[in-house]
């Protein structure tokens, strides 16, 4: 079955509107696909109108930044995205991005590159972060290249970096659990986890009240899903599948067994 559950539009950092995001979903002949915006559900609403014209099933979703010893990315699928207390905690994981945002442009006023907040936020929209910053150092002519910006200055660790402020993992699991989403783990490739280490890590997060785990994922090899579709099995939590789509030349779609797709739908609440 094709679909796509993680995708990213204009209301974070991906290049493409909700709307256009929709539409090429449509164009690609995908089934379901699940919008999951960092850390902010404003894209959800334009989507959802797009994928009732399209005749595509649109799950309502977010990726949130969450902490624990590293940073960890959890998927929120079916989320009651209208709920206002859920949207005040998001709007909590927005506004700490903006503060992240200023001081790592400071931070590279250090190295001369000068970029101003209103200057980003003119050239970006919704929910702001490094790729909008980098985007903008190619163009001001301060590197050449997306990577070189990342590898440089602003990526993990680099001169330029700024943690972000992010919830600890059980906060984040439990709240979308209490606003009845399915909490899934994405890629967990980048948890950087192997053997005995990751399977306590995974059956850590099933019993706090994980839901699932993106299996198929555009840079796992077929060692990585054979090795996460076990651990799915093990701890009963549903396969999933996402591109992570941002920009034109990123995967966008991708297989997933119907009876998984079956198990996530079935789970919805909202």
């Known amino acids: ?14 290049l493409l509107s909700p709307k256009a995001i929709v539409a090429k979903a449509k164009e690609n002949k995908i089934d379901i696909l699940a919008i999951a915006d960092h850390d902010t559900i404003d894209g959800i609403p334009e989507a959802m109108n797009a994928a009732n014209e399209k005749g595509i099933r649109l799950i309502p979703a977010l990726e949130i930044s969450a902490k624990h010893e590293k940073q960890i990315h959890i998927l929120g699928y079916y989320v009651d995205y209208k709920d206002l207390k859920f949207q005040s905690f998001v709007n909590k994981l927005k506004n700490s991005r903006e503060d992240r945002n200023q001081k790592m442009l400071k931070k590279l006023e250090n190295f001369g590159f000068e970029i101003t907040m209103d200057e980003l936020k003119a050239s970006a929209e919704g929910n702001i972060g490094r790729p909008h910053i980098a985007d903008l150092m190619i163009k001001k002519g301060y590197v050449s290249t997306f990577a070189e910006a990342f590898e440089k200055y602003i990526g993990n660790n680099k001169p330029c970096y700024v943690p972000k402020k992010r919830p600890d993992i059980r906060k984040a699991i439990e709240t979308i659990r209490k606003y009845k989403g399915i909490p899934v783990l994405a890629h967990p490739k980048y948890t950087y986890l192997e053997g005995e280490e990751l399977e306590n890590f995974i059956s850590y997060l099933s019993s706090i009240g994980l839901g699932g785990l993106e299996v198929y994922y555009s840079k796992h090899n077929k060692e990585e899903e054979a090795t996460y579709l076990k651990l799915a099995e093990k701890f009963s939590l549903i396969p999933t599948a996402g591109s992570d789509y941002h920009r034109e030349g990123d995967v966008f779609g991708m297989e997933l067994k119907k009876e998984y797709v079956d198990r996530l739908i079935a789970l919805k609440t909202v």
């Open 1 to 14: 079955m094709k679909i796509d559950l993680h995708v990213h539009t204009t209301a974070s950092d991906g």
